[in-house]
């Protein structure tokens, strides 16, 4: 059976080949670092990808190395070995600096990047919504956000904490 850690491995394999520049997982998923889980479907890697030039994003360059790699997108999603991988272009320079200061987190042996706790509730306050909310008050509960550290993000990106 397939781990977490084989999904990792294929990511490490993407970004030492240039496929992603860079990646952190974020989303639901990551809490399991900072706080009590919480129900998810799947894992949402947030990426940068190598320049192409033009202004629109395609991750159809991501999608076909995948594929060879026997890896079908379905629907929004690519199952990477087993778990449902959402693969998100990074949208904004919040996500920007959380790819770039991503916490360096080791499973089965293969090393990984997970967004920080300030990070991950910065961008749940930027998007809204009572779930995302009931996420951020989660990591302030286990004492793992920091909230000068949070404020001071949310202040440079103009994020209502």
């Known amino acids: 059976m397939a781990s977490f850690g084989d999904v990792f491995r294929v990511l490490n394999d993407l970004e030492g080949e240039a496929i992603i520049e860079r990646y952190a997982l974020g989303g639901a998923m990551a809490m399991v670092f900072w706080a009590e889980p919480t129900v998810t479907f799947d894992l949402d890697i947030f990426v940068f990808l190598p320049e192409t030039g033009s202004p629109l994003v395609s991750l159809e360059p991501l999608y076909a190395a995948l594929r060879r790699r026997g890896f079908e997108p379905r629907a929004e999603h690519v199952l990477v070995h087993d778990p449902p991988v959402q693969f998100i272009a990074s949208p904004n320079t919040l996500a ?66």
């Open 96 to 161: 920007d600096e959380a790819i770039e200061h991503a916490a360096s987190q080791e499973i089965d042996g293969v090393p990984f990047r997970v967004m920080r706790p300030e990070h991950l509730a910065a961008l749940w306050l930027q998007a809204g919504g009572a779930k995302r909310r009931e996420r951020v008050e989660l990591l302030r509960q286990s004492g793992s956000l920091d909230e000068s550290a949070l404020a001071e993000v949310c202040r440079r990106h103009g994020v209502r904490s």
